[in-house]
């Protein structure tokens, strides 16, 4: 998870999916799908309070890291961000630097699975987070019940124009187990060429009992 100082925007507004048509088995638009990843991009308005709220919240995460085990956890989910907008950047010269009337809540993330299942385990599991970044802005219902709350993530969604992934056909959990395989292998294929044959099957058997977990 990343969390973020306010400061200077990097995108250029917000908008909303609302009366699209959902064209994938995965509960959202097809720009936002490669292989198994799944891009979801959220924008929300910022009540006054929410400018002085948000920082603090998000220095106190990054300080007390314990504090996101639980969004740790959620294997299926490659990154979630949360950065506080308060201003547009300079677009050449028609389009100067913009100070935002309000701020605005910019969030990431990039997951496995359904759209749906993604914001049920938020709601679920993180519920108290939930209302720790998004009570804020303008709109939010609370994270449960869900029905109201997905409504809300998708009002202030945006599909993405380009998103890619370099491994789209693995999941964050494949990933990361073949990462922590990878060294054992290499141990593995080392010591294999001065084996004998009934050496080999020995030394073999034992490596897939040991990494069967990351297999």
Do not use: C
Request: cysteine-free; glycine content about 8%.
């Amino acid at each position: 998870m990343t969390v973020s100082e306010p400061g200077t925007a990097v995108g250029t507004g917000a908008g909303n999916i609302d009366g699209q048509a959902v064209g994938t088995a995965t509960g959202t638009g097809a720009g936002n799908i490669d292989g198994q990843a799944i891009a979801i991009t959220v924008f929300s308005t910022v009540k006054w309070w929410g400018k002085l709220w948000l920082p603090i919240l998000f220095t106190t995460l990054r300080l007390i890291p314990p504090l996101t085990r639980d969004l740790r956890k959620l294997s299926f989910i490659h990154f979630a961000r949360w950065t506080l907008i308060r201003e547009l950047p300079a677009n050449g010269d028609t389009a100067p630097r913009t100070r935002l009337r309000y701020p605005h809540l910019f969030f990431e993330s990039n997951f496995n699975d359904g759209w749906e299942e993604y914001i049920d385990a938020f709601s679920y599991v993180l519920t108290r987070g939930m209302s720790l970044f998004w009570a804020s802005s303008y709109g939010f219902p609370g994270a449960l019940p869900t029905g109201p709350f997905k409504d809300y993530i998708h009002r202030n969604e945006l599909e993405a124009a380009h998103y890619y992934s370099a491994y789209p056909e693995a999941t964050a959990t494949m990933v990361q187990k073949a990462l922590a395989l990878a060294p054992a292998v290499a141990d593995f294929a080392e010591r294999a060429g001065r084996l004998s044959p009934a050496e080999f099957e020995g030394a073999w058997s034992a490596f897939l009992t040991d990494a069967q977990d990351l297999l």
